[in-house]
């Protein structure tokens, strides 16, 4: 598994140049600005040496080793308020067509049915004034809390003015850039991992996996300042080891990724041919669309370029990595632990007690490690909430 990448691709044939010529010239017209635009070339050659960068290789070997158990303990809390009776949660979903906010919804309805509590969700739609007008629905049936599921509280500031002036809790989910409580905007607690452990574990995979010997696209959507962020944290780790090459930083939006994509990637191919040895994308969604141009080049599912998503794990991600079809890994969230700390949070709430504090460990899920499941769902969560709430 940790090998260079550059060793799989030397026996490339004829027709294989072939195929990436063609696939450049297709999307030469609408692309070469645009990537131009998003990109910054490194030196042309990788460090020599049985390590590109031999210390922060080893650091970095250590953490992905970690990262990449899953027989981990709980390390979460184990005592708390008893379950609070009677309670009502609306879920305000950004998009239930999200994989991550559905995922979350789900381990809300779950544990609120272990805790005893209603719990209604309100979906957004995916547009301003779809998740407008399902904040302001919530509001109006008085629910004990409300879930902010995955979208940016402010542009809903007048409906959480609203909750707070009616006594509402409000409990995020990848609501806002940090977990824990926040002030501005007013959430009892968000739930969420950190930008900062997501950002700089995939980048220590791609340290470790090429044995400090990378060639190295980041893709990221430049609009959203939380995607910026993670992908600027990732381009910082990567610049730790001197034999990682920069090769393009691709700004794509997320709502331009299935008409975008395949172009960039195309023309990426082109312009890098072998250098290209990993990427990684702030998203696992671009490996999707990224697959056709993938294919259409002759390139292997298996890599290189070895592809890694530091974001979300959706089911299709950890099909694709247990397939081999141009994803090897992902960091993602476990979704229904996350859902189950959001009603625990609530609990608190509740019961007059402040936030857990609790923060999940970042997780990498490869082949190797996803033993054939379809989501991140690490254990003995489920047993610890129930020992809290039902005594």
Not at 89 to 109: E, F, K, L, S
Not at 218 to 230: L, Q
Not at 291 to 316: Q, T, V, Y
Request: net charge positive; proline share 7%; aromatic share 6%.
């Amino acid at each position: 598994m940790h090998r260079n990448g550059n060793r799989n691709r030397k026996a490339a044939t004829a027709v294989r140049r072939a195929r990436l010529a063609a696939c450049a010239l297709l999307a030469a017209a609408t692309v070469l600005a645009g990537c131009e635009r998003g990109s910054r070339s490194g030196p042309d050659e990788a460090t020599a040496g049985p390590s590109g960068c031999p210390a922060v290789h080893a650091r970095a070997q250590s953490a992905v080793n970690r990262a990449e158990e899953t027989d981990v303990s709980w390390n979460g809390p184990t005592t708390g308020p008893a379950a609070q009776p009677g309670k009502s949660i609306v879920y305000v979903a950004q998009t239930m067509t999200n994989p991550g906010v559905a995922g979350a919804a789900d381990g809300v309805r779950a544990a609120a049915r272990v805790i005893g509590w209603d719990v209604r969700v309100i979906d957004g739609g995916g547009t301003p004034a779809g998740i407008q007008a399902a904040m302001s629905q919530a509001v109006a049936v008085r629910p004990s809390g409300i879930v902010i599921g995955g979208f940016d509280p402010n542009s809903t500031s007048q409906q959480v003015s609203r909750a707070d002036e009616a006594g509402i809790p409000l409990v995020g989910w990848h609501a806002v850039a940090a977990p824990g409580p926040s002030r501005r905007p007013e959430l009892f607690t968000n739930v969420t991992t950190r930008v900062e452990d997501v950002a700089r574990i995939s980048a220590q995979w791609v340290i470790a996996h090429s044995n400090g010997h990378a060639g190295v696209v980041v893709i990221t959507d430049a609009s959203i300042p939380f995607a910026r962020n993670k992908s600027e944290l990732i381009r910082k780790e990567l610049a730790t080891c001197s034999g990682v090459q920069l090769l393009a930083y691709e700004n794509i939006p997320i709502p331009d990724a299935s008409s975008r994509t395949p172009q960039v990637i195309a023309s990426l191919l082109s312009r890098f041919q072998d250098r290209w040895t990993h990427s990684v994308a702030i998203n696992d969604l671009y490996f999707a669309d990224a697959a056709p141009a993938f294919r259409a080049a002759g390139e292997k599912g298996s890599g290189p370029p070895f592809n890694i998503g530091a974001g979300d794990g959706d089911p299709s991600a950890f099909q694709r990595i247990d397939n081999r079809l141009y994803q090897a890994a992902t960091v993602p969230e476990p979704l229904s632990q996350q859902g189950w700390q959001i009603v625990d949070e609530f609990n608190r709430a509740f019961a007059g007690r402040p936030a857990s504090g609790y923060v999940a460990p970042v997780h990498i899920t490869t082949a190797a490690n996803s033993d054939g499941v379809t989501t991140w769902d690490p254990s003995g969560y489920r047993e610890a909430y129930r020992k809290i709430w039902i005594r």
